[in-house]
């Protein structure tokens, strides 16, 4: 029992309270100890550690650590602390917090060796993350909150009646991989709500750029990752996850070509890569577990990357649309250098860590005989690079030479000064991305099963540099088409925030007919935003007004957040679980 101190949950959850007693500068402190005490922790479990508790007559696995637990770990623990250190100048204490507590909660769902203990993490991280993303204190981020709150407690809830049903028909809560029946069906579900898999994916880039610069490094770190995780236990070689992943690798790469909005389209792009992940889980084999489990780790660096480098512009320029961004090269260079070493190793760009980690999935379905799903996945490498390594930094931070970023008056927009502590996180995330390219043995023994591929070879890498050159030379091509255009793209959220205002009257004149979402910013919104301060989200400017009727308040622009028990969102998860409650207690 004494082993359950080393529970890596436990220095997030003290950092949590802490970083809320404490003066701000010793919150600096916990907020790198916490997670260097976490990754100490999971690295001293290693790999055959199990800790187990009863409940009532059920035997419960409230700590295990083995082989594809350990890497998720360590790799939740080290964005911690690169987001940890990131954030100092401009995190508050409350979002600090809930950053802590989210981390935790991620940390006790890959630990979990049980289904109980692994549903209660599952719903403290979904509640923690709300948290998150309200930080920012703005009207988007407010509804954009109460959206996500919706959608994961819903899925919560789906995971909870799959539990339930599989205690029923087994007897058993260890969380072990599932049969098909009705049980693993709703369990998927739940997981594949979280890994962000279309149609189930609009929360994505609807929530994870209203939160804050660093709040949204740590989003995109946990909530699909340990979906992905639960996948790769509880569902390999489904196959039905082969197909979901292919089309999530297309469709995320599809929207983030088309998207102007650059944090929203390495949002999108999070969909996509773990789209890589998800087919990889749907091989099955010892090797695409590998490769998921590869990619995960990767993924997780260099998307913190990227979402920092285009983080720093926003909170230098408080603007967050490419079209609207352009000529900062020469006032940004530190942040353009360390976002294309993100850009390219998210690209597969040899001797950058995303070449090591997916080109092990390819390779997987290769020896299975998936030409189809090779072919698919090439084509969407294609597109990420075309839409994160070229069109991103081109539009963010060159556009039409000399002419950069300006006001209303014509005037060159204001490019504040970037926190040191910026650089310095974003510095050691390039770092481990070259690293873990240079190196990748280092990567591949943290693997749950041996590895024995070997990346570079002659013809891989060939293969690899002409289609990222071929697909360079198409954007020069066709430049004049792909570059930042001045427009708001419409997704699958577009039924739920529509909605209400088709039940419950139109918002105002200047909403008939429109295509963009009430609450999403028009294409000409300009971000407005101060040095030392998290920039505010960009503010719709238009005719909308906002009708007395409670439920659209949630989706109508106001002067400051809405207050949360005054969302429909809100009421309807508290009466669902109020219902969930009841019915439990009905059970004999």
Same mark, same amino acid.
């Not at 962000?196 to 699909?224: C, K």
């Not at 109508?556 to 969302?567: E, I, L, Y």
């Given at each position: 029992?004494?082993?359950?101190?080393?529970?890596?949950?436990? *220095?997030?959850?003290?950092?949590?309270?802490?970083?809320?007693?404490?003066?701000?500068?010793?919150?600096?402190?916990?907020?790198?100890?916490?997670?260097?005490?976490?990754?100490?922790?999971?690295? +001293?479990?290693?790999?055959?550690?199990?800790?187990?508790?009863?409940?009532?007559?059920?035997?419960? $696995?409230?700590?295990?650590?083995? &082989?594809? @637990?350990?890497?998720?770990?360590?790799?939740?623990?080290?964005?911690?602390?690169?987001?940890?250190?990131?954030?100092?100048?401009?995190?508050?204490?409350?979002?600090?917090?809930?950053?802590?507590? /989210?981390?935790?909660?991620?940390?006790?769902?890959?630990?979990?060796?049980?289904?109980?203990?692994?549903?209660?993490?599952? $719903?403290?991280?979904?509640?923690?993350?709300?948290?998150?993303? !309200?930080?920012?204190?703005?009207?988007?981020?407010?509804?954009?909150?109460?959206?996500?709150?919706?959608?994961?407690?819903?899925?919560?809830?789906?995971? !909870?009646?799959?539990?339930?049903?599989?205690?029923?028909?087994?007897?058993?809560?260890?969380?072990?991989?599932? =049969?098909?029946?009705?049980?693993?069906?709703?369990?998927?579900?739940?997981?594949?709500?979280?890994?962000?898999?279309?149609?189930?994916?609009?929360?994505?880039?609807?929530? /994870?750029?209203?939160?804050?610069?660093?709040?949204?490094?740590?989003?995109?770190?946990?909530?699909?990752?340990?979906?992905?995780?639960?996948?790769?236990?509880?569902?390999?070689?489904?196959?039905?996850?082969?197909?979901?992943?292919?089309?999530?690798?297309?469709?995320?790469?599809?929207?983030?070509?088309? $998207?102007?909005?650059?944090?929203?389209?390495?949002?999108?792009?999070?969909?996509?890569?773990?789209?890589?992940?998800?087919?990889?889980?749907?091989?099955?084999? $010892?090797?695409?577990?590998?490769?998921?489990?590869?990619?995960?780790? +990767?993924?997780?660096?260099?998307?913190?990357?990227?979402?920092?480098?285009?983080?720093?512009?926003?909170?230098?320029?408080?603007?967050?649309?490419?079209?609207?961004?352009?000529?900062?090269?020469?006032?940004?260079?530190?942040?353009?250098?360390? /976002?294309?070493?993100?850009?390219?190793?998210?690209?597969?760009?040899?001797?950058?860590?995303?070449?090591?980690?997916? =080109?092990?999935?390819?390779?997987?379905?290769?020896?299975?005989?998936?030409?189809?799903?090779?072919?698919?996945?090439?084509?969407?490498?294609?597109?990420?690079?075309?839409?994160?390594?070229?069109?991103?930094? /081109?539009?963010?931070?060159?556009?039409?030479?000399?002419?950069?970023?300006?006001?209303?008056?014509?005037? *060159?927009?204001?490019?504040?000064? %970037?926190?040191?502590?910026?650089?310095?996180?974003?510095?050691?995330? &390039?770092?481990?991305?070259?690293?873990?390219?240079?190196?990748?043995?280092?990567?591949?023994?943290?693997?749950?099963?041996? %590895?024995?591929?070997?990346?570079?070879?002659?013809?891989?890498?060939?293969?690899?540099?002409?289609?990222?050159?071929?697909?360079?030379?198409?954007?020069?091509?066709?430049?004049?088409?792909?570059?930042?255009?001045?427009?708001?793209?419409?997704?699958?959220?577009?039924?739920?925030?529509?909605?209400?205002?088709?039940?419950?009257?139109?918002?105002?004149?200047?909403?008939?007919?429109?295509?963009?979402?009430?609450?999403?910013? *028009?294409?000409?919104?300009?971000?407005?935003? @101060?040095?030392?301060?998290?920039?505010?989200?960009?503010? +719709?400017?238009? *005719?909308?007004?906002?009708?007395?009727?409670?439920?659209?308040?949630?989706?109508?622009?106001?002067?400051?957040?809405?207050?949360?028990?005054?969302?429909?969102?809100?009421?309807?998860?508290?009466?669902?679980? @109020?219902?969930?409650?009841?019915?439990?207690?009905?059970?004999?």
């Amino acid at each position: 029992m004494a082993e359950l101190l080393l529970h890596p949950v436990l *220095p997030f959850l003290i950092g949590a309270v802490l970083v809320r007693v404490l003066p701000r500068t010793l919150g600096h402190v916990v907020m790198v100890a916490a997670p260097v005490i976490a990754l100490a922790e999971v690295l +001293a479990l290693g790999t055959d550690t199990s800790i187990g508790l009863g409940f009532l007559e059920y035997d419960l $696995e409230v700590l295990r650590a083995d &082989a594809l @637990s350990r890497p998720f770990g360590v790799v939740f623990a080290m964005v911690a602390l690169l987001a940890g250190i990131y954030g100092i100048a401009t995190q508050s204490g409350p979002e600090r917090s809930a950053a802590m507590v /989210y981390a935790g909660a991620a940390m006790g769902v890959v630990f979990a060796g049980d289904l109980l203990t692994f549903f209660l993490f599952w $719903e403290v991280k979904a509640i923690a993350s709300t948290f998150v993303i !309200l930080a920012r204190r703005t009207p988007l981020s407010g509804r954009a909150g109460m959206r996500y709150l919706f959608v994961h407690i819903a899925g919560g809830k789906i995971l !909870l009646a799959g539990v339930l049903v599989h205690l029923s028909q087994t007897g058993s809560l260890a969380f072990e991989s599932f =049969e098909p029946g009705l049980a693993a069906t709703l369990i998927l579900i739940a997981c594949i709500i979280n890994a962000g898999v279309p149609p189930l994916h609009a929360w994505l880039p609807d929530a /994870y750029p209203q939160a804050s610069v660093v709040g949204t490094v740590f989003l995109s770190a946990y909530t699909t990752k340990a979906a992905v995780y639960a996948l790769a236990r509880g569902f390999p070689g489904f196959q039905v996850l082969i197909f979901l992943g292919v089309f999530m690798a297309l469709y995320g790469v599809m929207f983030a070509v088309l $998207e102007n909005d650059i944090r929203r389209l390495l949002a999108y792009h999070i969909i996509s890569q773990v789209g890589f992940m998800v087919a990889a889980v749907g091989i099955g084999t $010892e090797v695409a577990i590998n490769g998921a489990t590869a990619h995960a780790f +990767a993924h997780i660096i260099y998307k913190g990357l990227l979402l920092m480098g285009v983080g720093a512009v926003l909170y230098a320029t408080g603007r967050s649309k490419a079209s609207a961004l352009g000529g900062i090269a020469n006032r940004m260079r530190a942040a353009l250098v360390l /976002y294309m070493v993100g850009a390219v190793s998210i690209s597969g760009f040899p001797l950058f860590s995303g070449f090591v980690s997916k =080109e092990l999935i390819v390779d997987a379905a290769s020896a299975g005989d998936l030409t189809w799903v090779v072919l698919l996945l090439k084509i969407a490498s294609v597109g990420t690079f075309l839409s994160t390594g070229l069109k991103l930094p /081109y539009a963010a931070w060159f556009g039409e030479p000399g002419i950069g970023p300006r006001g209303n008056n014509g005037a *060159p927009f204001h490019v504040a000064r %970037v926190p040191t502590t910026m650089y310095v996180a974003m510095g050691a995330a &390039a770092a481990l991305n070259l690293g873990m390219g240079l190196f990748p043995g280092v990567l591949y023994d943290l693997m749950p099963f041996a %590895v024995d591929y070997v990346p570079y070879r002659f013809g891989k890498v060939v293969e690899t540099m002409q289609i990222l050159g071929f697909t360079a030379l198409g954007f020069w091509l066709l430049l004049a088409r792909l570059g930042a255009k001045d427009y708001v793209t419409i997704d699958t959220d577009w039924p739920y925030r529509k909605m209400p205002t088709l039940l419950f009257g139109r918002l105002g004149r200047g909403d008939a007919g429109t295509a963009a979402p009430a609450d999403r910013a *028009p294409a000409d919104a300009v971000l407005v935003g @101060s040095a030392g301060t998290d920039p505010a989200p960009v503010r +719709a400017i238009g *005719p909308w007004s906002a009708p007395g009727n409670a439920v659209t308040r949630l989706f109508t622009p106001r002067d400051g957040p809405p207050p949360v028990p005054g969302t429909w969102s809100l009421g309807v998860v508290v009466l669902a679980a @109020s219902a969930l409650l009841l019915l439990l207690s009905l059970i004999p």
